[in-house]
């Protein structure tokens, strides 16, 4: 059984009145347990809409979400039982930060799922360690800490109910590359330390290439493509007509064929086309 | 040629602050008119806070800035340094202040008291010249971010500064978002000659700059053309930066033993370095 399964899922903003718009049309996606999901598509495209149908902050106006078999839309009970299953980390995470210590922000999700006080402790110096948020700043406001810091606090307490489903919507956006490369990489350890499901949005191609097995291409409100990396940036136009791009690294490689290089036709990622590049190089094949 | 905007040895502290960590920590560059200039640095290395120094919303410490000979802390000044630098923040939302894109854009004209006429054709260009105009009617919430980080251009524009600072302009949008607006700065720089000082993450977006500043610590460790920049690899990763992909690309075929020479930027430029080097 999917983790995930939308069915003919349809969301109409303001439907009947005359600022109506249709946000996802149609929308069959099954996603398994221990998947990781690269949602990528141009702004407005549907991407957001969609990840608030996977733990009901949004409920379709048509079709199903299904998880783990579970219809969301069925009783209010079991919607929020899903909540803690489905953890959403929202676009600048750092604005929702609210207690007066970083302690306190973390076990905030723990604490409403009414766990005994020993679990909850547990929980956020777990969460806490896999996104790196050392022990010695508990007891700090969050407002002191500086804007990567923040982020990964605020990744960390939803980190903290345990989900096995983890979306984050654009997690990276406006840190600097260490601090992308860093975030991503904790994302990477909890994926693969618990199995959970990781559903990534971002308008970086080249985060999602090195991180996502899968990717769901959305335009306007379509899920229009959806496949491995290796199928949807092999479709460079295609991508650049909806808006997107392919990883620079895509462009060299198949500048690399026009020029009678014999590399893999898709190559996505700075290690896949060195190596390519490499074993050229050591059988001395004729260019 | 004479600089537009020079900072000579500039500190500052934000207050409440650490006395011992300084924003800014002896910050020297000179910025020549009608270039475009890239500034990088890791999140807290002082580039946005030297940002707000260059049209005077924050005053130095101690050291002095002087666009176009003007020195910032000369309050007589200050208007006419706000006239010759203008700024484009990160989030296009945050500096909307009207519901229809020409009113947005006629805003700072309007305060500066110009005449009704002058304000039609100075808004006018301003919204041909980011590829607007088409727009001028809409409402900015409903325009894409590219479209609303276009329209903020274009409000910076209407003033006619000779120098515009952009600090993240593209940290919220998507690919194509993110080429329009990087696309239209460089426009304005190649063709109508006005200084471009862009702060940015993305490494790609240095690629065509004729200047790259890199600051750490409150103070510029780094500059050069892109090519000198991104050619001392290990420099920018010890101050947290990466390099364009296809830099590293071929900084790690080089550290594999290939002989192929470092300083490829493009797509293109990579592509041959490559081919030859396998030839």
Do not use: W
Not at chain 2, 229 to 235: I, Q
Request: net charge negative.
């Amino acid at each position: 059984m999917p983790t995930i399964k939308t069915q003919a899922l349809t969301h109409i903003y303001s439907q009947g009145s005359p600022f109506e718009s249709i946000a996802l049309e149609n929308i069959n996606i099954e996603i398994s347990q221990g998947e990781f999901v690269g949602l990528i598509g141009h702004t407005g495209s549907g991407k957001s809409t969609f990840v608030q149908h996977l733990n009901g902050l949004l409920l379709p106006t048509g079709g199903r979400v299904l998880l783990d078999g579970v219809d969301l839309n069925s009783s209010k009970k079991l919607r929020h039982e899903m909540r803690f299953k489905v953890g959403l980390v929202f676009q600048y995470p750092e604005y929702q930060l609210f207690e007066d210590t970083v302690y306190k922000d973390i076990s905030f999700g723990p604490r409403n799922m009414k766990l005994s006080k020993a679990e909850i402790d547990e929980r956020v110096r777990e969460a806490a360690g896999f996104v790196g948020v050392p022990e010695e700043i508990f007891e700090k406001s969050p407002l002191e800490l500086s804007g990567g810091q923040k982020r990964r606090v605020a990744i960390a307490g939803v980190i903290a109910m345990r989900p096995s489903v983890l979306v984050l919507d654009e997690p990276t956006a406006g840190l600097d590359p260490e601090g992308c490369e860093s975030i991503l990489k904790n994302i990477c350890d909890y994926h693969e330390a618990t199995g959970a499901t990781v559903i990534l949005v971002s308008h970086s191609m080249e985060d999602i290439a090195r991180y996502a097995s899968r990717l769901i291409v959305f335009v306007d409100g379509h899920a229009a493509m959806d496949g491995s990396p290796e199928e949807i940036f092999s479709q460079a136009d295609r991508l650049r007509t909806i808006g997107l791009d392919v990883p620079v690294v895509t462009d060299i490689a198949s500048r690399l064929k026009q020029l009678n290089i014999d590399v893999p036709d898709c190559c996505y990622t700075i290690s896949q086309l060195k190596s390519a590049i490499l074993s050229l190089k050591k059988e001395g094949a004729p260019c | 040629m004479k600089p537009i905007i020079q900072v000579k040895d500039v500190y500052f502290r934000y207050e409440g602050d650490d006395p011992l960590s300084s924003a800014l920590n002896g910050t020297t560059l000179d910025i020549e008119q009608g270039r475009f200039v890239v500034i990088l640095g890791h999140n807290g290395s002082g580039k946005s806070t030297l940002a707000k120094h260059l049209n005077g919303i924050l005053l130095p410490d101690k050291g002095c800035i002087l666009v176009d000979g003007m020195d910032t802390r000369d309050e007589t000044k200050l208007l006419e340094i706000r006239r010759t630098v203008g700024m484009v923040f990160q989030n296009p939302d945050n500096q909307m202040v009207a519901s229809v894109v020409e009113d947005d854009v006629a805003f700072a004209p309007e305060n500066l008291g110009y005449p009704p006429e002058e304000i039609r054709l100075r808004v006018d260009e301003a919204l041909k010249l980011v590829d607007m105009y088409d727009y001028r009617l809409h409402s900015p919430h409903l325009l894409s971010g590219g479209q609303k980080q276009r329209v903020a251009i274009a409000g910076v524009i209407a003033m006619r500064p000779r120098c515009i600072v952009l600090d993240e302009p593209t940290a919220m949008l998507d690919p194509a978002g993110r080429h329009e607006v990087i696309d239209t700065i460089k426009r304005l720089c190649r063709e109508h000659g006005i200084t471009i000082i862009l702060i940015t993450h993305h490494m790609n977006e240095a690629i065509d700059a004729d200047r790259v500043f890199v600051m750490s610590n409150g103070k510029v460790v780094s500059e050069g053309t892109p090519k000198e920049v991104f050619s001392n690899v290990e420099a920018l990763k010890a101050e947290g930066l990466t390099v364009p992909d296809s830099v590293e690309l071929i900084y790690q075929l080089r550290l594999a033993g290939l002989d192929i020479p470092k300083e490829a930027l493009t797509v293109e430029e990579t592509a041959q370095a490559i081919a030859t080097a396998l030839k």
